[in-house]
T-cell receptor, first 111, second 116 residues
Framework: GQNIDQPTEMTATEGAIVQINCTYQTSGFNGLFWYQQHAGEAPTFLSYNVLDGLEEKGRFSSFLSRSKGYSYLLLKELQMKDSASYLCAVRDKAAGNKLTFGGGTRVLVKP | DAGVTQSPTHLIKTRGQQVTLRCSPKSGHDTVSWYQQALGQGPQFIFQYYEEEERQRGNFPDRFSGHQFPNYSSELNVNALLLGDSALYLC???????????????FGEGSRLTVL
């Protein structure tokens, strides 16, 4: 099976930076995704990493280290609307390439 | 361009009943995956359909079954409902991995099932 671990909850101040870590164990890593999910809404795609390094998309960046089984999502210049759950998901070739999600990290942005 | 649509959005059933949830994928997508999301948890993979066949299955009992139609839409059926089946059921569509796509999932708004 797969283990995907991420913190349950984080709190940060508007305008600050928050880093959400995700560690995983797979036998056939084939990509890592980050999704944002506001309460009562569908998850929406944020980023995709399959090679080591940093992918930047505006205020959001995602980093991957395959050798360490580790990724992080960096949220810069936090806005109140960034309050949401952030889901780390891993695709595993050995598991038929299905996407397996972690439990999600709930980020609360305070004024 | 319509995204992923699911119906119904909310429904209430009693233990032992059966339920059918429906999903229309994003235009152009050929693969549909179903997930169960309990409150405060991440989505749990139920199964995936491609070319009208179940291709992958998660750790869910046989009470959970599905179907994909020639137009790529899909249904999720749950028989003999239990209280623990109360959850948000998410449908996600994608291009088949390997067709020049990353396999990124696009989610519908979900069907919230309450079992009493």
């Amino acid at each position: 099976g797969q283990n995907i671990d991420q913190p349950t909850e984080m709190t940060a101040t508007e305008g600050a930076i928050v880093q959400i870590n995700c560690t995983y164990q797979t036998s056939g890593f084939n990509g890592l995704f980050w999704y944002q999910q506001h309460a009562g809404e569908a998850p929406t795609f944020l980023s995709y990493n399959v090679l080591d390094g940093l992918e930047e998309k505006g205020r959001f960046s995602s980093f991957l280290s395959r050798s360490k089984g580790y990724s992080y999502l960096l949220l810069k210049e936090l806005q109140m609307k960034d309050s949401a759950s952030y889901l780390c998901a891993v695709r595993d070739k050995a598991a038929g390439n299905k996407l397996t999600f972690g439990g999600g990290t709930r980020v609360l942005v305070k004024p | 361009d319509a995204g992923v649509t699911q119906s119904p959005t909310h429904l209430i059933k009693t233990r032992g009943q059966q339920v059918t949830l429906r999903c229309s994928p994003k235009s152009g997508h050929d693969t549909v995956s179903w997930y169960q999301q309990a409150l405060g948890q991440g989505p749990q993979f139920i199964f995936q359909y491609y070319e009208e066949e179940e291709r992958q299955r998660g750790n869910f009992p046989d009470r959970f079954s599905g179907h994909q139609f020639p137009n790529y839409s899909s249904e999720l059926n749950v028989n003999a409902l239990l209280l623990g089946d109360s959850a948000l059921y998410l449908c996600a569509s994608s291009f088949r991995l390997g067709q020049g796509a990353t396999g990124e999932l696009f989610f519908g708004e979900g069907s919230r099932l309450t079992v009493l």
